[in-house]
């Protein structure tokens, strides 16, 4: 693809707002950025190095993207995956923009071709495997003017995180070959720890580090403890019918999980495919053809399913099984409502699923801390505060407000005022010297000699004993309420000793109260000792919940005629439907009801190649349907 028509502009021009605004309209339909984006873009496009933390469906890819079209020469995009590759170079080809991908599943002649596309400068965007990029570092970087390094996922390259990949870190290689590209480091997923390691093994050059809100409030959060496998499915197949012809993902623990619920899906006529390590590679790429193309409504999936895949109009995700990390948890429930409308996600969780997860992380290379972020894990399944306050405050994001929209939040537990409490705990720790765990901190409180008081000598300190009068079990559900609440954090580099934050000093020095859940001598989820008409009546009230939708004064008649045309458009052009448009475009569309081919651009989400790519064939679709 030609890249004639990219006018290029110098420094001073592209940073005019307006220069920006307008791109951003021409080439991906939008006439305002994201929050966040427009700071990210202008640092990128002054040729300095950043680190890049933005949620899932947050907009994170235009932050490279719209630089790498506006400056001179090549971009370069390191991503993990070929289907998150292919899924990137199609929705930049349907937009008008030249992006092509180098990686094993393009013949000889095929790579070829693309090598000759970006020497000659008709690419603006190359997405390249970490491999492939140390491996033709040599030649092809050198032999194109490179505008822009992109490390997509950039959390693999982090023994902390949750997806560690040995060849991330030779990526630091880039910055000794090329000391004048700017580089940038992405992820939608990495608390403190992984942050700080990134920038280390990454060699960025006094980076800028944007963190965005990792707030996602158009998804709902729910979960549901100690049901048996009948109640499960039962519950499962409600939920999904709520969401009728709506495209969802069901996560499970492992194969033989995701083939049985598969099967009970189909058994009640529902489209559903299985996806994991075990089926042939041929297999998995057509189960995620057809869910991408909308053929299939379901796909029943270990974790293996989804990290490359954009899709825009997944609707819902289920976990039928607890996942092994928060990390994990929200980067996969992070894959429905990308683009901004409501979706909705429900978790099981029981015993079982804790006992094999321990023992994942036993026989994982790295033990320790995979036993700690399943132990972070399961305090959010067994939750009595906010659920999106304990994922804001892993992730170092404080937050003191209820969201509204999970399901702790619609029953919310009694509560008091436990300043008092949290102020003797924190300055017990301060006093300990940030240097203890959980439950040497309790031991200090409750006035315990164990082993470690004693070798420490923490029996010498001033708070020792100072919550004599509480109960164990009650202190470490307040010190787990603190956690979440982000009062205290855990330095996973540091023997995972508490941390007193910022919000916490706050409590300690008396400049705000705190209020504790009242910890009830029945600690259970309430579901799993009802009897089963109360549990059916708590099934409704979740649904209730779940079933919360965006209702606007669109034609919902001539939204299904749009996405009927838009799957014909996608199918003759070979693309997935959401690439072509997503659900919010098209709900727009429904919305505004544009009746020409220019008041069709002014659509959210039309650019200028698209406008005149789809324009008339969709506003003659509109016409029709208000001729009828």
């Known amino acids: 693809m030609a890249c004639g028509r990219f006018k290029m502009v110098n420094f001073a021009e592209i940073m005019d707002r307006k220069l920006l605004l307008d791109a951003l309209k021409r080439y991906f339909g939008f006439d305002s950025f994201r929050r966040g984006q427009e700071g990210i873009i202008s640092h990128v496009l002054s040729g300095q190095d950043c680190l890049v933390l933005m949620p899932t469906g947050g907009g994170k890819s235009l932050c490279y993207q719209l630089p790498a079209i506006l400056m001179d020469g090549l971009t370069v995009v390191v991503s993990p995956l070929i289907s998150l590759m292919k899924d990137q170079v199609d929705a930049l080809r349907a937009s008008g923009i030249p992006a092509a991908s180098l990686n094993s599943s393009l013949s000889d002649n095929e790579q070829l071709s693309v090598v000759r596309d970006c020497v000659s400068g008709r690419v603006k965007l190359l997405y390249m495997s ?84 990792f707030d996602r409030p158009n998804l709902s959060l729910a979960v549901v403890q100690g049901l048996p496998k009948k109640a499960k499915d039962k519950m499962m197949l409600a939920f999904i019918k709520e969401h009728q012809g ?55 999936a270990t974790i293996a399913f989804g990290m490359g895949i954009d899709k825009s109009n997944i609707r819902w995700v289920l976990h039928y099984n607890m996942p092994k990390s928060i990390e994990n948890f929200y980067q996969e429930i992070g894959r429905a409502g990308r683009d901004g409308l409501p979706a909705n996600t429900l978790m099981f969780y029981s015993y079982a699923d804790v006992v094999q997860l321990s023992s994942f992380a036993q026989q994982s290379g790295q033990r320790d801390i995979n036993k700690e972020k399943l132990k972070r894990m399961q305090e959010y399944a067994e939750a009595t505060v906010c659920r999106r306050r304990i994922l804001l405050n892993y992730f170092g994001e404080s937050s003191d407000r209820s969201c509204h929209n999970c399901d702790v939040c619609h029953h919310p537990p009694r509560v008091f005022d436990g300043t008092i409490e949290v102020q003797k705990a924190l300055s017990a720790l301060m006093r300990a010297r940030e240097t203890v765990g959980f439950r040497t901190l309790a031991d200090i409180l409750r006035g315990t000699y164990s082993a470690e008081v004693k070798l420490r000598h923490y029996d010498q300190l001033k708070t020792f004993g100072a919550g004599r009068a509480i109960p164990p079990r009650v202190w470490n559900a307040y010190l787990l309420q603190m956690l979440q609440m982000g009062l205290v954090e855990i330095a996973y580099n540091e023997e995972n000793h508490l941390k007193i934050t910022h919000q916490g000093r706050e409590v300690l020095f008396g400049a705000r109260t705190v209020l504790l859940t009242v910890v009830d001598d029945e600690q259970e989820w309430p579901m799993a000792n009802s009897q089963p008409k109360q549990r059916r009546s708590r099934s409704r009230e979740l649904f209730a919940i779940l079933d919360e939708t965006n209702e606007g004064a669109e034609d919902k008649e001539l939204f299904e005629e749009l996405r009927m045309l838009r799957h014909k458009v996608a199918d003759r052009q070979g693309f997935p439907p959401y690439i072509v448009f997503s659900d919010k475009a098209l709900h727009e569309m429904a919305r505004i009801k544009p009746l020409s081919v220019e008041a069709f651009g002014n659509v959210p989400g039309v650019g200028e190649f698209k406008k005149q790519q789809y324009g008339m064939e969709f506003v003659a679709t509109i016409r029709r349907f208000y001729k009828k």
Request: hydrophobic content about 45%.
């Open 246 to 300: 709506q495209s969802g993902i069901v996560y499970c623990l492992s194969r033989k999980t995701a083939e049985s619920v598969t099967h009970t899906l189909a058994a009640y006529g529902i489209a559903a495919l299985a996806y994991h390590a075990g089926l042939a590679p041929e297999v998995r790429n057509s189960v995620q053809e057809a869910f991408v193309h909308d053929r299939v409504q379901v796909v029943c």
């Open 130 to 213: 970490p491999e492939s990029v140390l491996a033709r570092m040599a030649y092809l970087l050198h032999d194109v003017k490179l505008s822009l390094f992109a490390i997509d996922e950039a959390h693999c390259v982090s023994q902390w995180g949750h997806d560690f990949r040995p060849e991330y870190t030779q990526l630091s290689r880039l910055r000794e070959e090329f000391p004048e590209v700017p580089m940038m480091a992405l992820t939608a997923t990495a608390d403190k720890v992984t942050r700080i390691d990134m920038l280390q093994h990454l060699g960025l050059r006094s980076p800028k580090v944007f963190i965005s809100s």
